[in-house]
């Protein structure tokens, strides 16, 4: 299945990949030429280390550009949407503790529960995707499942 990110992550990431394509491949030859120099390359511990950091970095790139290939981007639209979806901010409020949560929904690696942002791929967010204003979800945290009221969308 492709991972939902949004533009932003998409470009965030597209960014990245250039420069890991261009100045961390730089770096990383750079340092290979110099630990080359060190003599016995079957013997050269650091010149090992250069070749598996070289591998690790052609790793990555691959990875980022499968991802950006594969991806489905979706934008946030300036409407008022009526359903949760990503992007979308949301108030949620515990119907037993009557704490109420703010977070946004957003795409694959995106989230950072320090900035409220979850993932639609999280439970909380699999359980919130689709759903309405006022509608009760029931969330099952760690072994407690807890009812929750869809208090805001924006």
């Known amino acids: 299945m492709n991972k939902v990110i949004t533009k932003e992550t998409y470009d965030k990431l597209k960014?990245?990949?250039?420069?890991?394509?261009?100045?961390?491949?730089?770096?990383?030859a750079e340092k290979i030429k110099i630990v080359k120099e060190?003599?016995?390359?079957?013997?050269?511990?650091?010149?090992?280390?250069a070749l598996?950091?070289?591998k690790q970095l052609e790793l990555k790139i691959l990875?980022?550009?499968?991802?950006?290939?594969?991806?489905?981007?979706?934008?946030k639209e300036k409407k008022k949407?009526?359903?949760i979806e990503i992007g979308s901010e949301v108030e949620i409020v515990d119907l037993q503790t009557k704490k109420v949560l703010?977070?946004?929904?957003?795409?694959?690696?995106?989230?950072?529960?320090?900035e409220n942002k979850i993932s639609q791929e999280s439970p909380i967010g699999k359980a919130l995707i689709g759903r309405k204003l006022n509608d009760i979800v029931e969330i099952k945290i760690?072994?407690?499942k807890?009812?929750?009221?869809v208090k805001k969308i924006t």
Do not use: H
């Not at 960014?15 to 990383?28: A, P, Q, S, V």
């Not at 060190?38 to 280390?49: C, R, T, V």
């Not at 807890?146 to 009221?149: A, S, T």
């Open 102 to 114: 703010k977070f946004k929904i957003v795409g694959f690696g995106e989230a950072n529960p320090l």
């Open 81 to 83: 949407s009526n359903k």
């Open 15 to 28: 960014k990245e990949l250039e420069r890991l394509k261009t100045e961390e491949r730089k770096k990383i």
């Open 142 to 144: 760690g072994n407690n």
């Open 63 to 75: 990875k980022l550009e499968n991802l950006l290939k594969t991806a489905k981007v979706v934008k």
């Open 38 to 49: 060190f003599g016995d390359l079957s013997e050269n511990a650091e010149y090992q280390s």
């Open 52 to 54: 598996e950091e070289q």
């Open 146 to 149: 807890k009812r929750f009221k």
